[in-house]
């Protein structure tokens, strides 16, 4: 008898310029101006959709990294790329049937104008679009937004979760049969079929109707990606798609496990959600070639990079250090995540220097990082989603297109022979 988990494995693919690894710009497989240039987004979407993905994804910052500009400088990543709802507009028109997964902070935006934005883009895309809930981990957001502090973690997620139900009243401002387009009786919509929200809350005082008819998914898709105790509890009581950062299968378990009691609580169906970590993927046929490809790449990050990589991640000040000192014993300075916090563990007891633990990284960003032969990471991923620890994966792209490439070609067809998968 088949041990194998019946249903089927989702996978999404993130998209992220000039992908994931922090040198990834530098290498010849990457599209450098990626970030700003639409036929490299069309063309890697359109790929993804051939190769029967089910989801793109994007994330977004709606402020510049506060890292040195020496160190700044050598990077793709944040700095020059489009709003992602914006972008996503322009690849429903040259995409069909991939989903469309877009990331805005609830922390400086307005309901109205994330209701309104989304609802656009799932009628421009036939029912396709998606709405990745965050609150902004990144402190230098506030100064653009007339705030001289950030908001603290819990009083983020407190306002997020209003903000939330918020969005979610405004999707419900219509019936799906309000508009009647009537041109003999000269009614453009049924009076009785709109509803006012009137919405008066700690937070948000909003009124609506909203000024988009219900789409066509009756509201977008919602993802979440929150890890704290009340990171969780959001998703529990919202999310039909969930992000997940585990790099051990064990713990991807105890979280898949937590969210789905915790949705009884919110009176929801464990079913209703759908639970992907992110995973980093170097593919060859063999494992020496994966890891010649993956050591070519640590290869090209810029100790300058690396550096201020950790100090981002971490919060600890690197900047006096040589990068083949050992990391040294020092307090994380911000929240960090438990992964990463177990990494620097790891770290610390291996005696890693900076740079081993940076190229450990590079690719990753303390998410699960696969190097190997398509057989050993297929076995891997179907490993994971039989033993309950997920429903599927959020591949992470090193570079873009070609790991992208690599992965579609290499690792899909793998997975589509694994027992109990029907279709990718």
């Known amino acids: 008898m088949s041990t194998h988990r019946p249903g089927r494995m989702s996978l999404g693919v993130f998209f992220k310029n000039t992908g994931h690894h922090i040198a990834a710009w530098r290498h010849p497989d990457a599209q450098m101006d990626a970030g700003i240039n639409l036929r490299h987004y069309i063309e890697c979407a359109q790929m993804s959709e051939r190769a029967g993905l089910d989801f793109l994804f994007f994330a977004d910052s709606a402020a510049v990294r506060a890292t040195p500009l020496a160190e700044l400088s050598r990077s793709s990543q944040y700095t020059a790329y489009f709003e992602p709802t914006t972008l996503l507009s322009a690849l429903a028109g040259a995409t069909s049937r991939i989903g469309l997964v877009a990331t805005a902070t609830t922390s400086y935006n307005e309901p109205f104008n994330i209701a309104r934005r989304f609802a656009s883009l799932d009628h421009l895309s036939a029912g396709r679009a998606a709405w990745n809930v965050v609150t902004s981990g990144n402190r230098t957001e506030a100064m653009n ?52 929200l009137d919405h008066k809350g700690k937070w948000f005082n909003v009124r609506g109707p909203l000024n988009v008819p219900r789409s066509p998914q009756g509201h977008p898709v919602i993802f979440q990606a929150g890890h704290s105790d009340v990171g969780r509890e959001l998703a529990a009581a919202t999310a039909e798609g969930i992000f997940m950062g585990h790099i051990e299968p064990e713990r991807a378990r105890e979280h898949y496990d937590d969210i789905k009691t915790r949705m009884r609580r919110h009176g929801r169906a464990p079913d209703e959600v759908r639970m992907l970590p992110g995973a980093t993927i170097t593919c060859a046929k063999t494992d020496a070639e994966a890891k010649d490809k993956d050591d070519y790449l640590n290869s090209l990050v810029h100790p300058e990079v690396g550096r ?87 591949l992470q792209p090193s570079t873009m297109p070609g790991n992208l490439r690599e992965v579609i070609e290499l690792l899909v067809p793998e997975l589509q022979d694994q027992i109990g998968r029907a279709h990718v």
């Open 145 to 196: 937004f007339g705030r001289e502090e950030h908001y603290e973690h819990d009083v983020r997620y407190d306002r997020a979760m209003e903000f939330v139900e918020v969005v979610k009243g405004l999707w419900d401002s219509w019936d799906d049969d309000a508009f009647l387009y009537d041109r003999e009786d000269g009614r453009f919509f049924d009076p009785a079929k709109v509803h006012t």
């Open 308 to 394: 201020a990589y950790l100090t981002s991640m971490t919060g600890m000040d690197l900047s006096d250090c040589s990068v083949d000192d050992p990391l040294p014993d020092r307090p994380m300075s911000l929240q960090r995540s438990a992964n990463v916090a177990g990494i620097i563990a790891i770290a610390r007891k291996d005696n890693l220097t900076i740079r081993q633990l940076y190229e450990r990284l590079a690719g990753s960003h303390g998410k699960l990082a696969l190097v190997g032969s398509v057989t050993r990471i297929a076995d891997t991923m179907q490993r994971w989603y039989d033993m309950g620890a997920c429903d599927g994966f959020i």
